[in-house]
T-cell receptor
Framework: GDSVTQMEGPVTLSEEAFLTINCTYT??????LFWYVQYPGEGLQLLLK?????DKGSNKGFEATYRKETTSFHLEKGSVQVSDSAVYFC??????????????FGSGTRLSIRP | GAGVSQSPSNKVTEKGKDVELRCDPI?????LYWYRQSLGQGLEFLIY????????KSGLPSDRFSAERTGGSVSTLTIQRTQQEDSAVYLC????????????FGNGTRLTVT
């Protein structure tokens, strides 16, 4: 079945460091891929998305490229800030599946940025 | 416009009591989802509504859990005879449809069963 695997946290970086959070997936069909972010005390919110191979999603300095050949959607940011401290979830939505199980979330990666 | 609204934001209840959690989705969103997030864990899917019907209840952990949605809008998740293992944050999300539209989440209800 479909699945999403993302790197385990916590990830701790210094401010202005380069960030990569790895995400790989398996899917039956042709999924859309998403990164959601959960700031402390808040609900999840969409960070970025990509709907087909080679698409790049970007928002707030974060980027992720849909790589079909490696089945990956790694999240990157060139220079992180303290305000980026949050939990990041990789997710896919596979239209070939017939129920809400078509939306699959990874287990989340907690990111902490030191000033 | 308003986002997804959940109430209460926090609920402390005694073991064995029933609780009701409410979700008010974004107006016009036909799909509504309930997830559970335990401390340090990922998202556990509970149930999904398309309009007022629930085609997928596969995630409900036991028959103590039930949910309904009326008027294609507000949804209520009910947990009967709560147990300590039910303690978690219950998240509601809505989306425009059930295709590839992104989910819009509420801030969740933190349930603590003592």
């Amino acid at each position: 079945g479909d699945s999403v695997t993302q790197m385990e946290g916590p990830v701790t970086l210094s401010e202005e460091a380069f960030l990569t959070i790895n995400c790989t997936y398996t899917a039956t069909g042709y999924p859309s891929l998403f990164w959601y972010v959960q700031y402390p005390g808040e609900g999840l919110q969409l960070l970025l998305k990509a709907t087909k191979a080679d698409d790049k999603g970007s928002n707030k300095g974060f980027e992720a490229t849909y790589r079909k050949e490696t089945t990956s959607f790694h999240l990157e940011k060139g220079s992180v800030q303290v305000s980026d401290s949050a939990v990041y979830f990789c997710a896919l939505s596979d239209p070939s599946l017939s129920s809400a199980s078509k939306i699959i979330f990874g287990s989340g990666t907690r990111l902490s940025i030191r000033p | 416009g308003a986002g997804v609204s959940q109430s209460p934001s926090n609920k402390v209840t005694e073991k064995g009591k029933d609780v009701e959690l409410r979700c008010d989705p974004i107006s016009g969103h036909t799909a509504l989802y309930w997830y559970r997030q335990s401390l340090g864990q990922g998202l556990e899917f509970l149930i999904y509504f398309q309009g007022n019907s629930a085609p997928d209840k596969s995630g409900l952990p036991s028959d103590r859990f039930s949910a309904e949605r009326t008027g294609g809008s507000v949804s209520t998740l009910t947990i009967q005879r709560t147990q300590q293992e039910d303690s978690a944050v219950y998240l509601c999300a809505s989306s425009l449809d059930w295709a590839n539209s992104p989910l819009h989440f509420g801030n969740g209800t933190r349930l603590t069963v003592t």
